[in-house]
């Protein structure tokens, strides 16, 4: 890598981003994301993204041009960023000539205003040249003091984020005690250029101070006794708890509501982490469980025709979980003899099936076809009911605490070491003396009572059910998380859900780009951090090849009464 | 190692799986029992002539030598890497997709029907070197970083690339749809030992088993055949003894992308519509296509693809209708998927069996 | 971990009797406005804001897309409504029930909109319009058809659900007298794709039809992503239907319509469709063969919609450059005209010149519409929110070119 001269290294690169900037432009997200004002009257967001394509083809020169000097690098920087201007001017210039929007619907009118910033051909000098300009800043951004790069990254980054989220942030800010600085820094299309200022200034505060107090303060927490510092922790833990409990308070319905959409995939997540994380069955038919969770549900509260009972939520959601686990065995069952990816198939084919069959016509007297089930009621506790996305919301949360719980104490079981083992090599562990047979069926089994009881939620959350919910989409999206979360780490699914569910339902209104982000993100996380966001503690291992210290949690469990 | 795996011991071994091994044969009777019931109850109310089953076979044959072309590619990718190209599907569609422009151009300047095997070998052409430049693309960016990586790895890379070409082809195209134009050559029937068959479906089954069979030699024949399949067998051994394991993967996906291209065109000759999810269930599909047939197996692609168009065809009519299930053509997915799972707890290496060295898949 | 117990379950606790006690909706008085359910204050100079929740992404997206259009030139037209500007919140419900919930609980959280649009597809305003009447929004869909919607035994959770698009089963009705009356034609099969949509009109058509003494032969279901028709079709035609009724969406009724030419049997089998492929890409479609299907929809000659109809047309062309996408677009228009006329009607203004809008109020004066000039005739809503005048006709294709698409004369309305 290193040996090339800087020269290629400016090319590749400006030709990797410059690609890229074409690309997206083509495919319209620019032209989308132009709607969108990152400071009112100042910049949109498709000149932001571009603005941001170019400083980062000059950031990513900083690695490989380590050793030459900083006239050199600024050097290559800027053509670098020439370069990665040159398809997008090349392009404009065809256009006049070519009729590109015969086969190519996104090459607009619209688009080239956007890109030639509405004047025309006389402006492509000027792009080479501000793409130039621009790598080199972002070149001379790596070369400032630790602290103020990350002052500026900061700074810039929230601007980014608070700008593309604006519409969400003002549903936050709408108390009534609020609306004075909601008036300040926003108008209806976005943030005013005070507004701007003020994030831009106040996040780079909090990000200096971060800098500066943290070691002072670990410096001052090492001199305290372990029983203070254990009481810290205690309090912090306890202060976490308190804040997630009342969030839905602080952000309101709608927030709340990708919450609880969030937690749905983070159980589901779960249960499929005890297959294909701990057991290594791999599972592509994973929504099957849901539906089922779902429709047994909606079949025994539901005020529909179809319905078997009208059972509070709790007792069929108890239900729920004893059906979803017995067809989690009576879905194991067959499969047992498969291996590998013919497991994938399998599974995808009985996701498949169960989709097709609530949707048939078949069985549409009993369960409501393409009509879905309709009229499921809200929990209720003690007089207490669980009407909006605010109350489920703690529904939610508890059942992802009990199933994480549940979870950690499996994977830490002897049911959790035999699943290891039979993940890392099915015919050892059999001479070994583990029945593969029955924890084949266990991981199954629990699985699906994961799955089922997110069903169940997912059931009173939309307060209908139908078919049409239950799409492949869901699995695929579920064995996405917990990879690009961690295998078979429990922190890891809820991280992989709130970036991979999460974030796209706040950008909702980009949904049309949805997919297309997804699939780069996922081939980019893959290739750069295939371990996940936050990998489990023994793959690290494996990544690192150092054994950890004895871990604590064996300790742990020697003591009495430490079960929680 | 494979040894003291098969040194368990056997009785034990039973006496645990007691249960289960009931629990299965009584899978399989059911199974059995209901589609016996199904036939006999189809047969016995006897709606249907003669010359409209035949017409179900025909239509299963045709559907079928397209699943098995696009079951080519998964079958030889398969084979040399184990690892589910999941983005086939969409490679498959890409060509087609690229190749109606080309059809359009023709077309509008009249020479798409003036001259069809010109025409027809052109866009060909163009579907399958899209097909191929894609299929070489994704292997460069997604695949091969991650070959060392564990097996979910490449898989979920996959997906995301599946997605990424779905969603590219529909900001570059549009969301909507297209029509290729319509070959006069191929409108009306043929008339073969006095069944009529469609042009377009004639079309489709002989250039399928023209493909196949000229794919089979390849691998069998040549000196690049002969690589592929010791690759397949041994990736270490097969680059001690020097062979360019690189450029074979490279080849092996330029090959399967052809495939996947002119299996597209051949869909559009059946179907005309292209859009952008076009290859998605086309794709999972022919991977159980693959399976079915032995993954890793060319012949076994074909007979694969054909007893899937098959069952999708036939099953539900000849035995959900005679299990009085109504609109039986909905579940025809769902016989695809049961005959599926029976086939691999039957036979879990595929009909005519994988070819792979190791039983590790 | 047990000295953490007491804490967080008081804290649990403390937060449910907070979110018990937390009142469902307070009877406001603000301004010179009481309201049992709450009131809007718009400030002087701000604008009204009205949200969208149709299906703008994915594959049902020119659905949307063309009901929202309707009503963006609605709002051109109207200009101002008591002297303040309009803003449009556009929301994708993604023609589904989970993206209904999401687009609908959105627009709940925001206290600035004062009536929304939508949905798009029935199964999004199922679960959707409850939510956005806890809120206090009124909504108004420009195309959801399926009559549970407005059936009698609704309930109180839509009480703020009205719609403009026609019940499906008029649309049925239509269908099925004009295939016994006017073709004449006594056995007929249906097909339908799964979607409530289509499952409900081939229903409703079905009934109908043996009402009127016809025998129904096959009813057969497909799905969306099915190319190949061909088995399905020889099934039906073994059945020997003279007409079929298959009210699905463009890209499966193509392939139906294609390949129904391919089928021993079908010659003589009249095809039917409904306003799912009403519209100019159906014919890129199905190609040639469309020339002679049937297609029920709701009535687009000018001579029924009147010259307001042809301006729109004119406006839309110069506004977008294409014709309309889809068949809901004078629908749209029409609910947010309706949506104007009743914040003009229950808005009040204070000394300084600040709006005020009564939640309850508004949501009642949109049910007192009464004999309401729109682009799709006189609108009337019934307590249950049915406002639309159904006017339903079954047009022929007489040519298979989409440019020479124009809804009256190709395709030509041969009934009523």
């Known amino acids: 890598m290193s040996t090339r001269s800087p020269l290629r290294h400016a090319v590749r690169i400006g030709l990797l981003w410059g690609t890229g900037a074409l690309f997206i432009s083509l495919v319209g997200l620019i032209e989308a994301l132009q709607q969108r004002q990152i400071v009112t009257g100042i910049v949109s967001g498709g000149h932001t993204i571009l603005l941001v394509l170019i400083l980062a083809a000059g950031l990513s020169l900083a690695r490989p041009l380590t050793a030459v000097g900083a006239g050199v690098r600024l050097g290559a920087a800027a053509l670098a960023g020439v370069i990665a201007a040159l398809p997008v001017a090349l392009w404009l210039l065809l256009s006049r000539v070519v009729n590109f929007r015969a086969m190519i619907v996104g090459a607009t009118p619209e688009l080239y205003t956007i890109l030639s910033l509405g004047r025309g051909p006389a402006v492509l000098p000027w792009l080479l040249l501000g793409g130039a300009l621009l790598a080199a800043v972002g070149m001379a951004l790596t070369m400032l003091p ?22 969400q942030v003002q549903l936050i800010l709408q108390a009534p005690w609020l609306t004075r600085i909601r008036e300040a820094l926003f108008t209806f299309d976005g943030l005013t250029p005070l507004g701007a200022v003020i994030v831009v200034a106040l996040s780079a505060g909090v990000s200096s101070l971060w800098h500066r107090q943290r070691p002072r303060a670990r410096a001052r927490l090492a001199q305290w006794p372990p029983a203070r ?13 308190a804040l997630i409990l009342l969030l839905p308070l602080f952000v309101g319905p709608f927030f709340s ?13 779960m249960g499929l982490n005890l297959e294909v994380g701990f057991a290594g069955l791999l599972d592509i038919g994973f929504v099957a469980f849901w539906a089922i969770g779902a429709y047994t549900v909606g079949l025994l509260t539901s005020s529909s025709p179809q319905a078997i009972a009208h059972l509070s939520w709790w007792t069929a959601t108890l239900i729920a979980a004893v059906v979803s686990l017995i067809s989690g065995f009576l879905f194991g069952l067959p499969i047992l003899g498969i291996r590998g990816d013919y497991l994938a198939i399998a599974t995808l084919g009985f996701g498949e099936i169960i989709r097709l ?11 409501g076809g393409s009509q879905g089930v309709l009229g499921i009621p809200k929990p209720v506790l003690f007089g207490f009911e669980f009407r909006g996305p605010e109350q489920l919301f703690f529904i939610t949360i508890g059942a992802s605490a009990i199933v994480a719980f549940v979870a950690a104490r499996l994977r830490d079981s002897r049911l959790g070491r035999a699943w290891m083992a039979m993940r890392e090599d099915e015919d050892v562990a059999q001479a070994m003396g583990i029945n593969t047979v029955n924890i084949k069926l266990l991981a199954y089994g629990i699985g699906a009572v994961f799955a089922g009881v997110s069903g169940a939620i997912f059931a009173v959350m939309v307060g209908s059910v139908f078919p049409h919910s239950f799409s492949v989409l869901v699995s695929i999206n579920v064995l996405a998380l917990i990879i690009v979360g961690g295998m078979g780490s429990l922190p890891g699914v809820v991280v992989g859900s709130l970036a991979l569910v999460g974030l796209p339902e706040l950008l909702r209104e980009f949904s049309d780009y949805r997919f297309l982000v997804y699939g780069a993100v996922l081939m980019v996380m893959m290739i750069l951090r295939p371990e996940g966001l936050w990998p489990a503690a023994a793959q690290r291992r494996e990544l690192h090849e150092e054994v950890a210290a004895v871990p604590e949690r064996e300790a742990v469990e020697m003591l009495p009464g430490s079960d929680g | 190692m494979g040894v003291n795996a098969m040194a368990l011991p056997r009785s034990r071994w039973w006496r645990r799986l007691s249960v289960i091994e009931l629990y299965l044969w009584a899978f399989r009777l059911a199974v059995v029992l209901v589609v016996v019931w199904g036939v006999v109850g189809t047969v016995r109310a006897a709606r249907y002539s003669g010359e409209v089953w035949l017409d179900f076979v025909v239509f299963g044959f045709s559907q079928g030598a397209i699943y098995a072309l696009i079951a080519l590619g998964y079958t030889m990718v398969y084979g040399i890497l184990r690892m589910i190209n999941f983005a086939h599907g969409d490679i498959f569609m890409v060509g087609a997709y690229t190749a109606y422009y080309a059809a359009r151009a023709l077309d509008q300047r009249g020479i798409f029907n003036s001259r069809p095997l010109l025409s027809l070998a052109l866009i060909l052409v163009v579907a399958m070197v899209v097909s191929m430049v894609t299929a070489l693309l994704v292997e460069r960016v997604a695949y091969r970083p991650l070959r060392r990586a564990p097996r979910l790895v490449p898989l979920i890379s996959a997906i995301g690339a599946s997605f990424f070409l779905e969603y590219a082809v529909r900001g570059l195209y549009g969301s909507g749809f297209q029509a290729y134009p319509e070959f006069n050559v191929f409108k009306g029937e043929w008339v073969l030992f006095g069944v009529g068959i469609l042009r377009t479906q004639a079309v489709v089954i002989v250039s399928a088993l023209i493909l196949m069979a000229a794919l089979y030699l390849f691998v069998m024949r040549t000196k690049t055949g002969t690589a592929m399949r010791s690759v397949a067998e041994d990736m270490e051994v097969a680059a001690l003894m020097g062979i360019n394991v690189d450029r074979i993967i490279v080849i092996t996906f330029a090959i399967g992308g052809a495939a996947a291209g002119a299996a597209g065109i051949l ?4 179907f005309k519509q292209v859009h952008f999810f076009m290859g998605f269930y086309p794709g999972i599909k022919a991977f159980t296509a693959a399976v079915l047939g032995g993954i ?50 039957f036979r879990p290496s595929g009909i005519l069996g994988e070819r792979l060295a190791t039983k590790k898949a | 971990m047990k000295r953490l117990q007491i804490p967080v379950a008081l804290t649990i606790a403390v937060l449910l009797v907070a979110a018990f006690l937390a009142p469902l909706a307070p009877a406001a008085t603000v301004g010179p406005v009481t309201d049992p359910i709450g009131v809007v204050r718009i400030n002087r100079g701000q604008p009204i804001t009205i949200a969208s929740w149709l299906v703008i992404a994915g594959p049902d997206a020119s659905l949307g897309v063309d009901s929202n259009r309707g009503i963006e030139i609605a709002i051109a037209d109207k200009g101002r409504v008591l002297g303040f500007p309009i803003r449009l919140i556009k929301e994708d419900s993604g023609c589904n029930a989970e993206g209904g919930v999401a687009a609908a609980t959105k627009i709940a959280a925001n206290k600035a909109v004062v009536a929304a649009i939508g949905s798009s597809c029935s199964s999004e305003a199922v679960p959707g319009a409850p939510i956005l009447w806890k809120a206090g929004i009124v909504t108004v869909s420009p195309s959801n058809t399926a009559p549970k919607l407005t059936d009698p035994k609704r309930g109180p959770d839509y009480d703020g659900y009205l719609r403009t698009a026609h019940n499906d089963l008029v649309q049925g009705k239509v269908a099925a007298e004009f295939a016994r009356k006017s073709l004449k034609v006594s056995r007929a099969a249906t097909i339908h794709d799964g979607s409530p949509y289509a499952e409900g009109l081939a229903n409703a058509f079905a009934d109908n039809f043996k009402k009127l003494g016809g025998t129904i032969t096959a009813q057969e279901a497909i799905a969306p992503t099915d190319t190949d028709m061909r088995p399905v079709l020889t099934k039906i035609a073994a059945g020997k239907p003279e007409l079929l009724y298959f009210p699905i969406f463009i890209a499966a009724g193509g392939f139906v319509v294609r390949q129904a030419k391919e089928v021993a049997g079908f010659a003589n089998v009249k095809l039917m469709s409904a306003d799912g492929t009403f519209s100019p890409d159906f014919r890129k479609a199905a190609g040639d063969a469309v020339v002679g299907v049937y297609n029920s929809s709701p009535d687009l000659s000018p001579a029924v919609l009147g010259p307001g109809y042809a301006k729109f047309l004119e406006k839309h062309q110069k506004r977008y450059g294409e014709k309309p996408l889809s068949a809901f677009h004078p629908h749209a228009y029409d609910a947010a005209m309706m949506i104007f006329a009743a914040i003009e009607k229950v808005g009040k203004k204070d000394a300084a010149g600040n709006l005020y809008i009564g939640r309850k109020a508004l949501r009642d004066a949109l049910f007192a519409t009464k004999n309401f000039k729109g682009l799709t005739g006189t609108l009337t809503c019934n307590q249950f929110g049915d406002c639309a005048d159904p006017k339903i006709a079954v047009y022929v294709s007489v040519s298979a070119d989409p440019a020479k698409w124009n809804p009256g004369t190709d395709p030509k309305k041969i009934y009523p």
């Open chain 1, 257 to 269: 509501q990708v919450l609880v959409l969030v937690g749905l995939y983070t159980l589901m997540g």
């Open chain 1, 146 to 167: 630790r602290e103020a790069q990350s002052l500026a990254t900061t700074g810039l980054v929230t601007l980014l984020i608070i700008g593309l989220l604006q519409e």
């Open chain 2, 267 to 270: 869909y559009a000759l059946v």
């Open chain 2, 296 to 345: 890793g197996n060319i012949p076994g692609a074909l007979l694969g693809g054909v007893a899937l168009g098959l069952i999708e065809s036939v099953a539900p009519i000849l035995v959900l209708d005679g299990l009085g299930i109504v609109a039986p053509y909905q579940l025809k997915d769902v016989t695809a998927f049961i005959m599926l799972v029976m086939v691999l707890i």
């Open chain 1, 229 to 241: 510092r254990r009481w810290l922790q205690v309090g912090g833990f306890a202060a976490a708890v």
């Open chain 1, 357 to 367: 069959l609530v949707l048939s016509d078949f069985l549409r007297p009993w369960l």
